[in-house]
DNA sequence: GCTTGTCATATTGTTCAACAATCCTCAAAC
DNA sequence: GTTTGAGGATTGTTGAACAATATGACAAGC
């Protein structure tokens, strides 16, 4: 992670500024944003003010307030007067996370039936085709989308702003889980499962599937840090 | 909503910030939490940073601090140069912060079951006994405590937290609807009834209690702020 | 009387410098 | 090897200053 990454970061995000009516705090909060998305910002790094002034041309305070935007976020974690970091996901994150998904997708699913199938069956190809194209991170993206779009079917804002979260802890975990295809290559295939049975009309089952899924998941990401 | 309101709430939670090692921006996002949850700062009101240094005694980066953690919450809204305000909940936010509660409880009503029945139990006596004192403002909170009980009954953190989040919401709703007594009420024994459906292990049944008292709560939050 | 334009003021957004407070590291002493 | 203290780095906060934006008041024109 360079300032160089930083800074071409930021001639994008200027450029989104204007148009977006956004402050240099919001600006400063989504170029973070997605340098912790993206892995350049290790879970566990440390984020200091005065290594970040620069590189984001804003001042401390105004950084700082970009700090708090994002440690509601959950992707900073603040340690009074010793700073901030990116957040690190322990064992008990994932099992929460997973827990969450567990209840709102199930639930979700459940309630829509037949009903979610195209939405779904949309959100599995943009996977498939990406894993055709053997981009894997893509498809742990198009992965985290379908699953979003399963709690989406509830249509209800605050449950997408939850499960937006969910995901964007999900890929902090994923940054130390390594290879991608590896995890996300089998779910691909589950994904499409879940599909066809609800498009079959069997609902109840459609979510047993889920369910089994989000528990192998959930499995596997505990085997990895878990162990760390 | 006076300046000695302020000062005193400041005095309680300036000996709080030392027990608990709080920043200052966290003491005054907490005064400020206080006064919106209790209707002193009424929902559209507008918090200025200049009449707020004073009472809150912290310098204006440090208040803009503590209302990026209020924003973030939901109780303040944030207007790109125009400044802050106490949210004022729409007919939108209330459908959807019902939509949010029939997944979550009754999803957790049902999976629970009789488990959750001396948790549910020991959350409508506290109710039972604030209305028999005819402290109805305490009924109110007591009733939402019960329903945060029941999501609670998920044991997740992030839930939890959702809940909690949406009960504040919530209350921000009840400020602008009056009467108190007349609208948590009957919620009393609906809630005792749930309680002895899922004691009688009939978690179904229950959970369907739970979804008529919420369609009708939100019918009736509804029509007040529908109106407006 | 109504509409439009201008100007002044209030407020917000941000920067910067300074100081206080806290934490961490390292060296010295035991 | 352990403990203690000093120094430096960093965070937390304050306050002043300036830039930017929005609003309101007032005057001029129709």
Redesign the interface.
Known sequence: MTAADIGGRLTELALERRRE???A?DVAAAVLRDLILEGALPPGSRVSEEAFIGPLEVSR?TL??AF??LT?ERLLVHK?NRGVFVRRLDAADVK??F??RR??E???LL?AGKAGVPTLSAAVEVGERAAAAGRWVDVGTANLRFHQAIAGL??????DE?MHQ?AAELRLGFHEMGDPKAFHESYLTRNRGIVHTLAAGDAMRAESQLRAYLNDAEYEMLDIIGRR
């Not at 509830?154 to 449950?159: E, L």
């Open positions: 009516r956004s402050s705090a305070n700082r307030e708090r935007l509601h009074l929460d996370l827990q969450v209840l709102i199930c639930s979700a309630s509830v249509g209800s804002r605050r449950i939850l969910v």
